[in-house]
């Protein structure tokens, strides 16, 4: 069975900074591209951060650019999200996912088949 699970989340001061991980078991995604989506309450599900299946090429939301930065360890099957100078606005419940289908990196969820069930990140003003 195939899991993502994400962790890392908590509750942290504006300016602040968290690091996310997600672990993933039961395949290998070392040669997909993997992603971090987010959603806050009663709006839709978001892109954040992407990286293809080398981690060399990421690209980002225009609003998390230069703050997040996402990278990858193929060995250990793992994601990261560095998160820094976060704002209040970045409160949101941050997803993990993982493709099957695609190598290069991907804003669309549509391109991402498993998905780990989320860790909160709260930032207070």
């Known amino acids: 069975q195939v899991q993502l699970v994400e962790s890392g989340g908590g509750l942290v001061q504006a300016g602040g900074s968290l690091r996310l991980s997600c672990t993933a078991s039961?395949?290998?995604?070392?040669?997909?591209?993997m992603g971090w989506f987010r959603r806050n309450p009663g709006k839709e599900r978001e892109f954040v951060a992407t990286?293809?299946?080398?981690?060399?090429?990421?690209s980002y939301a225009d609003s998390v650019k230069g703050r997040f930065t996402i990278s990858r360890d193929n060995v250990r099957n793992m994601l990261y999200l560095q998160l820094t100078s976060l704002r209040p606005e970045d409160t949101a419940v941050y997803y993990c996912?993982?493709?099957?289908?695609?190598?290069?990196?991907?804003?669309?969820?549509?391109?991402?088949?498993?998905w780990g069930r989320g860790t909160q990140v709260a930032v207070s003003s």
């Open positions: 996912a993982g493709s099957r289908r695609v190598a290069s990196r991907s804003s669309s969820d549509f391109d991402y088949d498993y």
């Open positions: 039961g395949r290998s995604f070392s040669r997909f591209a």
């Open positions: 990286t293809d299946w080398s981690g060399t090429n990421t």
